[in-house]
């Protein structure tokens, strides 16, 4: 009896142990943010700089205006970017006309108010996807009954490719955290040896729409799925890989480390700080309806 007594009390005791607490951060320096992430699609692609904000603040971004942007490849093509609203610059291509081909080199070139940036990054190669293989799956933990996708695609030979692939669904990227998908070969790191083989399992079951605590979700008949691989350089793979380990901190409780900026291959001749990352993607995609 004692013993439950004390239990009790320390259950109560550590209970009202429970206050809120108010955290006031400082703001830091405000910088310049570049999101360049381009393809060779032939379809009009954006640039957008914005401010850094604080982490706290939870409103949009806002735009830097009056930059001059523009891409130049080693073949000696530039790309001008034209200014539009909320800091989205954007090259709108000719029919048929794409930023270039696979193994072409980029510079990417940008003045805001004198300061020079400017960045690098090569288009790198990219593998076919064979096919979506749709199954209906009942009586599985922590799955509803439903429609689930994978997709097939076999890795190149020769390590050191790196992949971030995308799925859409209705023609929406998902976007949420447990849905970012990279890899390096045909796994999640450069720690695995599974350079030149069909990805692996979990790499192909993330073509599905998750939930808010990142638990797959399935398809209902007649939605559409689309998946795309894009190629990334080994830096911008490095930078993902920051990216979703500060995306997924909140999800390890007590081991959560504290979240910090994320460093990318952006470069300045001054004393400014930018923030971002530039890539050039080749890309390969499939799609069709869910049966």
């Given at each position: 009896m004692k013993k439950l007594l004390l239990y009790t009390f320390l259950i109560g005791f550590l209970?009202?142990?429970?206050?809120?607490?108010?955290?006031?951060?400082?703001?830091?320096?405000?910088?310049?943010?570049?999101?360049?992430?381009?393809?060779?699609?032939?379809?009009?692609?954006?640039?957008?700089?914005?401010?850094?904000?604080?982490y706290l603040d939870s409103a949009i971004a806002s735009g830097v205006a009056g930059a001059s942007v523009e891409i130049q490849s080693d073949n000696g093509n530039i790309f001008l970017f034209s200014e539009n609203p909320d800091g989205n610059y954007i090259w709108i291509p000719g029919p048929g006309e794409s930023i270039g081909d696979i193994g072409d080199n980029y510079t990417l070139n940008i003045d805001i108010n004198g300061e020079k940036i400017t960045a690098q990054s090569s288009m790198n190669r990219v593998p076919v996807i064979d096919s979506i293989f749709q199954e209906f799956r009942d009586d599985e933990v922590f799955l509803d009954d439903g429609i689930y996708c994978q997709f097939f695609s076999r890795d190149f030979i020769g390590k050191g490719d790196t992949y971030w692939i995308k799925t859409f669904k209705n023609d929406t990227f998902l976007n949420r955290p447990f849905e970012?998908?990279?890899?390096?070969?045909?796994?999640f790191d450069s720690g695995s040896e599974v350079d030149g083989l069909i990805f692996i399992t979990p790499i192909r079951e993330f073509a599905n729409p998750t939930d808010d605590d990142g638990i797959p979700e399935p398809w209902m008949p007649g939605e559409k799925i689309r998946v795309e691989i894009h190629s990334m350089t080994n830096a911008s793979f490095d930078y993902m890989e920051t990216l979703r380990d500060q995306l997924l901190n909140g999800s390890n409780g007590i081991f959560a480390e504290p979240l910090a900026n994320a460093n990318g291959n952006i470069e300045t001749t001054g004393d400014i700080n930018v923030l971002g990352q530039f890539n050039v993607a080749a890309v390969s995609s499939i799609e069709e309806m869910i049966r």
């Open positions: 209970s009202s142990c429970e206050d809120p607490i108010d955290v006031t951060l400082e703001s830091g320096p405000t910088q310049f943010v570049v999101d360049a992430w381009i393809t060779n699609e032939s379809k009009p692609q954006t640039i957008k700089l914005t401010y850094s904000q604080d970012l998908n990279i890899a390096y070969d045909a796994a």
